[in-house]
Nanobody
């Protein structure tokens, strides 16, 4: 069983940054890929990034160049660094590994 816990969301002004965390319990983060998704109000859950075990990533066009990922084996966590945020990035963000999902963390970009 794998448990994922997202954190780091909040309210940020346009142009600001946030770093989301995805803490993984029940499986070491090393050697596993994962995905970040987001769901805007009234919208569907969209793929933000697919991260491969070697930490290469395929990004949604809307976030490419603004978002980046990292991994900390000591903390057993993945991170999503989000820069130059815009109101269109407002959504609940989810991490997913091997069919397991976290509860999501809300990101709101507003002035």
């Amino acid at each position: 069983h794998v448990e994922l816990v997202e954190s780091g969301g909040g309210l940020v002004q346009p142009g600001g940054s946030l770093r989301l965390s995805c803490a993984v319990r029940g499986r070491p983060v090393g050697g596993w890929g994962m995905r970040w998704f987001r769901q805007a109000p009234g919208g569907q859950r969209d793929l933000v990034a697919r991260i491969y075990p070697n930490m290469t990533a395929v990004w949604a066009a809307s976030v490419k160049g603004r978002f980046s990922i990292s991994r900390d084996s000591h903390e057993n966590s993945f991170y999503l660094q989000m820069n130059n945020l815009s109101p269109e990035d407002t959504a609940v963000y989810y991490c997913s590994i091997d069919g397991f999902w976290g509860q999501g963390t809300q990101v709101t970009v507003s002035s």
